[in-house]
């Protein structure tokens, strides 16, 4: 099994930022993608940005030019960037593992952080 845990949310002010970070631990091989997705209340959960095993990334045009996603692979982690945060960016925001075997994905989730934007 996966296991990963987020940490680095928080409440904030409009404008300012925080950087999240996902550990993953476990049966942590064939990682196709990591990446984070996030959940407002009374919305689908939505992609906020992937990265992945070979480098490429992809942004939800919500939030190109603010965040940034990258990944140290010595430690197993992945980070997330949020500069100029917005209300809007209000949500629980889940890290995600990919696992991709004989073309078959396997989708692994954290517990979420809350992220809260608000002066």
């Known amino acids: 099994q996966v296991q990963l845990v987020e940490s680095g949310g928080g409440l904030v002010q409009p404008g300012g930022s925080l950087r999240l970070s996902c550990a993953a631990s476990?049966?942590?091989?064939?990682?196709?993608?990591m990446g984070w997705y996030r959940q407002a209340p009374g919305k689908q959960r939505e992609l906020v940005a992937v990265i992945t095993s070979g480098g490429n990334t992809n942004f939800s045009d919500s939030v190109k030019g603010r965040f940034t996603i990258s990944r140290d692979n010595a430690k197993n982690t992945v980070y997330l960037q949020m500069n100029s945060l917005k209300p809007e960016d209000t949500a629980v925001y889940y890290c995600?593992?990919?696992?991709?075997?004989?073309?078959?994905?396997?989708?692994?989730w954290g517990q979420g952080t809350q992220v809260t934007v608000s002066s």
């Open positions: 995600n593992l990919r696992r991709r075997l004989w073309s078959n994905d396997y989708d692994y």
């Open positions: 476990g049966s942590i091989f064939s990682i196709y993608a």
